[in-house]
Nanobody, 118 residues
Framework: QVQLQESGPGLVKASQTLSLVCAVSGDSITRTWTAWSWIRQPPGKTLEWMGV???????YFSSSLKSRASISRDTSKNQFTLQLTSVTPEDTAVYYC??????????WGQGTQVTVSS
């Protein structure tokens, strides 16, 4: 059973780069057809899909974030990382990593709160 655990700073200053790590257990991030995603939920708003890194290492992002977001992976540690540059208070949210395939992500981490201070 796959499990995901997000980690990173709870507080980031505006204009800095946010970096979050998702540690994966119970599955391999390189197993064929799997995909590994980042999703966030700002306070009082709906969930927002941010981007994905499938098993082959390619990356895809939402159009609204692709200029600031990147996803990388460390296959030796079985983890993947989100970086978001030039953050603003509007990037304050609970950030989740999720696992799945075929653009469906049924398994999520518990989420990590990130607050951007102005």
């Amino acid at each position: 059973q796959v499990q995901l655990q997000e980690s990173g700073p709870g507080l980031v200053k505006a204009s800095q780069t946010l970096s979050l790590v998702c540690a994966v257990s119970g599955d391999s991030i390189t197993r064929t057809w799997t995909a590994w995603s980042w999703i966030r939920q700002p306070p009082g708003k709906t969930l927002e899909w941010m981007g994905v890194i499938p098993y082959d290492g390619n990356t895809y992002f939402s159009s609204s974030l692709k200029s600031r977001a990147s996803i990388s992976r460390d296959t030796s540690k079985n983890q993947f990382t989100l970086q978001l540059t030039s953050v603003t208070p509007e990037d304050t949210a609970v950030y989740y990593c999720a696992a799945g395939k075929d653009w469906t992500f049924p398994t999520w981490g518990q989420g990590t709160q990130v607050t951007v201070s102005s």
